[in-house]
């Protein structure tokens, strides 16, 4: 740890994760949410219609949760359009925890229950 970072115990907690909150042009807009780390990598990818609602009813149950420093997302006007987007990040492996539609789906829960 460095002079200048803070102590783990010091940190914003997971439910001050910085970020921009935009809100829908339109009644049916989706949004493709990003989760990223302290460091800027990002750790999650996803589709909702409310990516708050979606972050307290599923992922902060998720073990990776903690390491959440903050979001962004973008609106589109399909929800077929931001799988589109979602489907093209999730091709470059660089969401360190999404698992789903990737060669490693089911891989991180076999390792959590010992499988």
Do not use: C
Request: charged share 25%.
């Amino acid at each position: 740890m460095t002079m200048t970072e803070a102590p783990a115990a010091t940190r914003p907690a997971p439910d001050t994760a910085r970020g921009t909150i935009v809100h829908p042009a339109g009644p049916n807009d989706v949004a493709v949410y990003r989760l990223f780390d302290r460091s800027g990598d990002l750790l999650y990818i996803g589709v909702s219609k409310d990516p708050v609602q979606r972050w307290s009813s599923e992922h902060r149950h998720n073990w990776w949760w903690p390491e959440v420093d903050h979001y962004e997302w973008v609106w589109f006007p399909s929800r077929a359009e931001a799988r589109d987007v979602e489907r093209k990040v999730l091709a470059t492996g660089m969401a360190k925890h999404n698992v789903h539609g990737t060669p490693q789906h089911g891989s991180n829960w076999k390792e959590k229950v010992g499988r």
